[in-house]
Nanobody
């Protein structure tokens, strides 16, 4: 059974930083594209960042230069380092795994950027 469990969300002031974690079980990172998505109130879920099994990363234009996705293969954990946070980054952030066409989602973690 695949499980993706996010943590690390919270309230942060504009310009601050947060690191999200996604602990994964039941999947092989070597066969999966891992990613982070987010959904703000009233908006569609959107891609934030993804990383392929080969380590290639891709980011939404809105977060390039501020966010970094990384993988701890030994710990089966995916991270999203978020710096220079803006109010428009406020959303529920979801961990995603695509293992050979099968897609899995975590339950989400709330990130709120506000003074």
């Amino acid at each position: 059974q695949v499980q993706l469990v996010e943590s690390g969300g919270g309230l942060v002031q504009p310009g601050g930083s947060l690191r999200l974690s996604c602990a994964a079980s039941g999947i092989s990172f070597g066969l999966s594209v891992m990613g982070w998505y987010r959904q703000a109130p009233g908006m569609q879920r959107e891609l934030v960042a993804v990383v392929t099994p080969g380590g290639i990363t891709n980011y939404a234009d809105s977060v390039k230069g501020r966010f970094t996705i990384s993988v701890d293969y030994a710990g089966n954990t995916v991270y999203l380092e978020m710096n220079s946070l803006k109010p428009e980054d406020t959303a529920v952030y979801y961990c995603n795994a695509n293992q050979m066409g099968r897609v899995y989602w975590g339950q989400g973690t709330q990130v709120t950027v506000s003074s």
